[in-house]
């Protein structure tokens, strides 16, 4: 069963932080990678950082380049992405999902499963 579970959104003001959770069955977890997308009301969803662990690279998007930092723990099955210096164009609600190897990381179309999103608010 594939399953992946989004945590650690939340309402911040300009400048602050928030660090998301992505927990993953293990059926996720043997895909190539995780990655994170959001959708703000009214536009379309957008990558924005993906961890692909079995080639050990990881991707950002141009816009949270420096400010966001995805990160992983083989054990816990779990891929983070720290979200520094937010701002109110962050605002979205933000999904992990899971994808194998063909394709580019920041194409939804190649992800195969997705969480349910956690909110992210800022303002």
């Known amino acids: 069963h594939v399953q992946l579970v989004e945590s650690g959104g939340g309402s911040v003001q300009t400048g602050g932080s928030l660090r998301l959770s992505c927990a993953a069955s293990?059926?996720?977890?043997?895909?190539?990678?995780i990655g994170w997308f959001r959708q703000a009301p009214g536009k379309e969803r957008e990558a924005v950082a993906a961890?692909?662990?079995?080639?050990?690279?990881?991707y950002y998007a141009d816009s949270v380049k420096g400010r966001f930092t995805i990160s992983q723990d083989n054990a816990k099955r779990t891929v983070w992405l720290q979200m520094n210096s937010l701002k109110p164009e962050d605002t979205a609600m933000y999904y992990c999902?899971?994808?194998?190897?063909?394709?580019?990381?920041?194409?939804?179309?190649?992800?195969?499963?997705w969480g349910q999103g956690t909110q992210v608010t800022v303002s």
């Open positions: 293990e059926a996720a977890w043997n895909t190539n990678c």
């Open positions: 999902a899971a994808k194998g190897f063909s394709g580019p990381w920041n194409e939804r179309g190649n992800y195969n499963y």
């Open positions: 961890d692909c662990r079995r080639l050990e690279i990881t």
